[in-house]
């Protein structure tokens, strides 16, 4: 499988594996699937982390490029056919990065992993729970 994690879930994967459900830990460290990060959730990442709120991530961006280099998740950029496909989306999401992820795993496609189950509704490959 090519699954395409949404950025709670990657950033959960390194900082609180215990919020992900035992299938998708298994996912996750099967070397049978690939999985990847989009630059959006780098970029997500970027903003959030610079805003020092409460509920921003643990990590910067570079920082975050370094940890999910480290557990062997790939990355994927963003083209103009992602930025293309988010203008199909039938039901725009509110939160223009969840567009951006939804767009790209439609596009390549990929699974959509994602704790968000307005996301899940936009594919029926898209992983929640």
């Avoid at 959960?12 to 630059?39: E, G, K």
């Avoid at 997500?44 to 480290?70: C, M, Q, V, W, Y």
């Avoid at 790939?74 to 999401?93: E, K, Q």
């Amino acid at each position: 499988m090519r699954l395409l994690l949404d950025t709670h879930v990657a950033i959960w994967s390194l900082t609180a594996i215990h919020r992900l459900p035992v299938d998708i830990r298994h996912m996750l460290a099967s070397r049978s699937n690939d999985v990847l990060v989009s630059a959006a959730s780098i970029w997500e990442i970027a903003i959030k982390f610079r805003l020092g709120r409460k509920d921003s991530p643990p990590f910067n961006a570079e920082e975050a490029i370094r940890h999910f280099t480290n557990v062997g998740y790939d990355f994927l950029g963003i083209s103009v056919a992602h930025t293309a496909a988010v203008g199909r989306l039938n039901t725009p999401h509110a939160d223009p990065f969840d567009r951006l992820l939804i767009a790209q795993a439609i596009t390549e496609p990929l699974i959509l992993v994602t704790r968000d189950s307005k996301i899940a509704g936009y594919s029926p490959t898209f992983i929640t729970w």
